[in-house]
């Protein structure tokens, strides 16, 4: 399983960006996919995810309400909408795959499979 994550860059407070995932191998429908973001000095946190048993999305606190994820099973490929930017939310943005269950998709060790990471910057 190869993941190619693409679409980050630089947006000024409040600015919208999307992320997007590919996924490439057998059983992407098996997989939850998520995203998740490390910032400098910071440990790996989780952004956002779609669960494979029930295709549901789940969501970080400090994201609720502002990022919005979809998977497309047809495609093999999970999206992340960025709206409402904040400084804070600067950090490099993985996509994982991985067999995560419901009581472990916000936890980096649920998945098996990442993707190189794309840097997102808010700045003014």
């Known amino acids: 399983v190869q993941l190619q994550a693409c679409g980050g860059g630089s947006v000024r407070p409040g600015g919208s960006l999307r992320l997007s995932c590919t996924v490439s191998g057998p059983s992407f429908r098996g997989y939850s996919v998520g995203w998740f973001r490390q910032g400098p000095g910071k440990e790996r946190e989780f952004v956002a995810a779609v669960a494979a048993s029930n295709m549901r999305a789940y969501y970080g606190d400090s994201v609720n309400g502002r990022f919005t994820i979809s998977r497309d099973n047809a495609k093999n490929t999970v999206t992340l909408q960025m709206n409402s930017l904040k400084p804070e939310d600067t950090a490099v943005y993985y996509c994982?795959?991985?067999?995560?269950?419901?009581?472990?998709?916000?936890?980096?060790?649920?998945?098996?499979?990442w993707g190189q990471g794309t840097l997102v910057t808010v700045s003014s």
């Open positions: 994982g795959a991985g067999r995560a269950i419901i009581s472990t998709i916000s936890r980096p060790s649920a998945y098996g499979y």
